[in-house]
């Protein structure tokens, strides 16, 4: 049985992975500090015998030494995810999403992980006016957090180059799906909106809302993760949609599956947010990668998530 483990697997994404890997027949070890993660996510997963929880942070080297003792792959997913929180607080960013991808790493080197399969980000293609976004394009990150994701894919590239350890890095788009928090101050924009129509209540739109995303179904990006650990492959690549959406048609896609009349409030743009982000995903499918959701059939299993 291949044993894996995933740091930040109570997360949004993280928890999703868990529960395709548990499908799979993987025997899995969550690590999450419950920071941003909640129990709740994976308390179904937890009465499988194949799977445990362990409370801690990847900012503990040590535990991640123990931890990481006959491990196959290592799934590192645990970050503080937010370019307005690290603009915030830079410092604490830094310690959990570049110190600890460096303790990650260290552990995977020490107790001969056979792969690391590292969550990055497309922030740090950051402003930059060309698109889509390709993997060898030159990075020009626009906060703390996408300097952040940059160091580690560093890292990981060179952790590969001097230590042999086998390293792959995701560059996700913009991920959505059900159990991403619509409470948090930082929260994404999907969540946000489908609150906001449910509840009544106008949401905000930072800018004048026709900034564009490329939005990926996290069930996609669990199964990103896995082919990349099952294929032998190393190296950095996109995952995304491939395809653009601007906020202000966002918002009214959800507002008519909602069958809501609310009108959204603008307001000025936000420091460190990216104007326009559109992925090439061709190097992604030449290992498998093939989205399953497109933005329909994703925010519709999304809302009912939500409404319930």
Known sequence: MTKVVVTGGAGFIGSHLAEELVRRGYSVTIIDDLSTGKKENVKTLLKDEKIEFIKGSVTDLPLLQKIFRDVDNVFHLAAIASPPRSIDDPLSSHEVNVTGTLNVLLSARDNKVKKVIYSSSAAVYGNAPEL?????????????????????????????????????????????????????????????????????????????????????????????????????????????????????????????????????????????????????????????????????????????????
């Open 132 to 308: 889509p976004k390709q993997e060898d394009m030159m990075p020009g990150p626009e906060s703390p957090y996408a300097v952040d994701k940059l160091s580690g894919e560093n890292y990981c590239g060179v952790f590969q180059k001097v230590y042999g350890l086998s390293t792959v890095c995701l560059r996700y788009f913009n991920v959505y799906g059900p159990r991403q928090d619509p409470n948090s101050q930082y929260a994404a924009v999907i969540p946000k909106f489908i609150k906001s129509c449910i509840d009544g209540n106008p949401p905000i739109i930072y800018g004048d809302g026709e900034q564009t995303r490329d939005f990926i179904f996290v069930k996609d990006v669990a199964k990103a993760n896995i082919l990349a650990a099952e294929r032998k492959l190393n190296g950095v690549y996109n995952i995304g949609n491939g395809t653009a959406i601007s906020v202000n048609q966002l918002f009214k896609i959800i507002a008519d599956h909602v069958k809501s009349d609310i009108k959204p409030e603008y307001r000025e743009e936000r420091a460190g947010d990216i104007k326009h982000s559109l992925a090439d995903i061709s190097q992604a499918r030449k290992f498998g990668f093939q989205p399953g959701y497109d933005m329909k059939s994703g925010l519709a299993d999304t809302i009912e998530w939500y409404k319930k």
